[in-house]
């Protein structure tokens, strides 16, 4: 059975030439043995007739808000009620800037804004509405009150031109639709994660750091939540914002970090060390700002404590995974790291360009375990973290059930 299997999917239409995919969409979502009941906006209708998704949902088209029949049939609130996922395909400009608006004038918004359950967008629009700042500005917000984006794609447009704001082509909707229902694996257990840089002080207002943004730990936290999982966040010093729900510990040294980690693994089930944490800390720190003078000084650094290594050493370890942050070869330090650290995963990334890593939107990680690997191929950390968190969950069950068979 598929992960979208009996799960009830409320599709919603709005005006676009790209309306017409919809109906595909609706074929795959059926195909996938999905639940579907179709809601369409009133522009919606003059591109593709109520009809035809009808009689691909195997259900009449819901069209008023304040149709008298459907109200008392299923109303807004009630249809918000009865979908797992709202999936907005496609979902054009105008419906955005009114859902980020709060407006609930049709029965497509008025449920939208009813709704308790996830809800998915997948833009269409012409290139240049969807790079308007005022577009942008509607993804960023929408995205931070938790709505997801599908897409766009880029290329030949239904206008003449060309560029980013195509519909994700139906099949690539159906899959990102079927990666909110993968998570759920996580519920009932903890994930500690670490996330960041560190700042080690040379004196009070100069510190040696790195270029972590903290990106991939604070998406992971987020796909762990997104998972069921109770998460408790150890984070350097970022510019990130936590998401809700997750526990925050603030931390800005190394030093700091291993007392925060340490003392709170063996009370989760699993443990991400994402931070980068300096492998070298100043031998002392000076009371005060030291003078510059005409000749080179030299600061003596001595090695930090491995917080990963000491982590998978306590005598009733949590699931533990590392990152391999490497300039060259990725796949034998990593080994290296997986058996010497004891881990049970290790997610190596290439750093320095082109790939991802440090400081980037976008990631690519070969994963190892003891028996074996896997590839994810560079996405932004969103979807990377959902994918990790999916690997993470799979494998950490996995243990569970070799520990404790029957
Ligand atoms: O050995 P290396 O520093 O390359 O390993 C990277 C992994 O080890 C990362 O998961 C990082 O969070 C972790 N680490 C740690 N404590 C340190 C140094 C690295 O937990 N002092």
Known sequence: MGLLAEKRVLLGITGGIAAYKAAELTRLLRASEAQVRVVMTRAAT??????????????????????????????????????????IAPASADFMAKLRAGLADDLLSALCLAAETPI????????????????????????????????????????????????LEPSDILRSAETLFALGGLTGHSVLISAGPTREAIDPVRYI????????????????????????????????????GVKLVRVESAAQMYEAVVGLASSHDIYIGAAAVADYSPAKRAERKIKKRDEAISIELTRTRDILAAVAQLSNPPFTVGFAAETDHLEDYAKAKLAD?????????????????????????????????????????????????????????????????G
Not at 215 to 236: E, F, I, Q
Not at 378 to 395: D, F, G, V, Y
Request: hydrophobic share 45%.
């Open 209 to 244: 750091g790195n270029r972590s943004s903290g990106k991939m730990g604070y998406a992971l936290a987020r796909s762990a939540l997104a998972a069921g999982a109770r998460v408790t966040l150890v984070s350097g010093p970022v510019s990130l914002q936590a998401p809700q």
């Open 46 to 87: 003059a591109f593709v007739a109520p009809l035809t998704f009808q009689a691909l949902s195997g259900h009449p088209v819901h069209l008023d808000l304040l149709d008298a029949t459907e109200e008392s049939a299923m109303g807004h609130i009630a249809l918000a009620r009865w979908a797992d996922l709202i999936l």
């Open 341 to 405: 650290k004891k881990l049970d995963m290790v997610a190596a990334n290439r750093v320095g360009k082109p790939e991802g890593g440090f400081d980037s939107e976008d990631n690519a990680l070969h994963v190892f375990w003891r028996d074996g690997e896997g590839y994810l191929p560079m996405a932004p950390k969103s979807l990377i973290a959902t994918q990790l968190i999916e690997l993470i969950t799979e494998h950490y069950a996995a243990k569970n059930s070799a520990q404790n068979p």
């Open 120 to 167: 998915a967008l997948a833009p269409a629009m012409n290139r240049a509405m969807w790079a308007n700042p005022a577009t942008c500005d509607n993804v960023r917000c929408l995205k931070s009150r938790g709505f997801r984006v599908f897409g766009p794609a880029e290329g030949e447009q239904a206008c003449g031109e060309s560029g980013v704001g195509r519909l």
